[in-house]
């Protein structure tokens, strides 16, 4: 079946650090590949996605490239923020007759300090 | 446009109940899905309803179920609640994908339900 693998946490870093939060998948077809956000006492966020191999995701000075020949999908982000502090899930989608079923990984919570 | 959803926000309940979540997608939305957090499992799939019909299903017992009313609205109830029953529940909403290989449902998630079991 699908899975995703990503990093245990909590990951803590000083304000201004470099961030990699690690994500692996095995899919049975070609999946999309999301990274999603939840900060405390909310829901998920579609932080960014990317559709096909080589393809790369970015959005608040997160990125994220689809390596289809590592099946990965590591998130970075140059210099974090106390307001990155949250949890983040990486996610797989396959598009095959549609339906909308995301396959997650365990989370990675990350905690940004002054 | 108003976002995702879902009442109530907390509920409290005790183990042989049953419950019932609502989730009201965004306008023009025609699929919700919903999906189980706990510390232990993570986030896992429930099931999909789009246009009323259930058109995908994560593994999980009979006593949970869920229905799509014409307005897209979505219910999802669980009978004779167990302690492991206790997690977040969260919908998400999306409209249908545009055309092409490269098309996707992004999907916009509410803000959960915390149902307690004691």
């Known amino acids: 079946g699908d899975s995703v693998t990503q990093m245990e946490g909590p990951v803590t870093l000083s304000e201004e650090a470099f961030l990699t939060i690690n994500c692996t998948y095995t899919?049975?077809?070609?999946?999309?590949l999301f990274w999603y956000v939840q900060y405390p006492g909310e829901g998920l966020q579609l932080l960014l996605k990317?559709?096909?191999?080589?393809d790369k995701g970015s959005n608040k000075g997160f990125e994220a490239t689809y390596r289809k020949e590592t099946t990965s999908f590591h998130l970075e982000k140059g210099s974090v923020q106390v307001s990155d502090s949250a949890v983040y899930f990486c996610?797989?989608?396959?598009?095959?007759?549609?339906?909308?079923?995301?396959?997650f990984g365990t989370g990675t919570q990350l905690k940004v300090e002054l | 446009k108003a976002g995702v959803t879902q009442t109530p926000r907390y509920l409290i309940k005790t183990r042989g109940q049953q419950v019932t979540l609502s989730c009201s997608p965004i306008?023009?939305?025609?699929?919700v899905s919903w999906y189980q957090q706990t510390p232990g499992q993570g986030l896992q799939f429930l099931f999909e309803?789009?246009?009323?019909?259930?058109?995908n299903k994560g593994n999980f017992p009979g006593r949970f179920s869920g229905r799509q009313f014409s307005n897209s609205r979505s219910e999802m109830n669980v009978s004779t609640l167990e302690l492991g029953d206790s997690a977040l529940y969260l919908c998400?909403?999306?409209?249908?994908?545009?055309?092409?290989?490269?098309?996707?449902?992004?999907?916009?998630f509410g803000p959960g339900t915390r149902l307690t079991v004691l």
């Open positions: 998400a909403s999306s409209s249908p994908p545009p055309q092409g290989p490269s098309s996707y449902n992004e999907q916009f």
């Open positions: 899919a049975t077809g070609y999946p999309s």
């Open positions: 990317a559709t096909k191999a080589d």
């Open positions: 996610a797989l989608q396959i598009l095959t007759g549609g339906g909308n079923k995301l396959t």
């Open positions: 306008s023009g939305h025609r699929s």
């Open positions: 309803y789009f246009s009323e019909t259930q058109r």
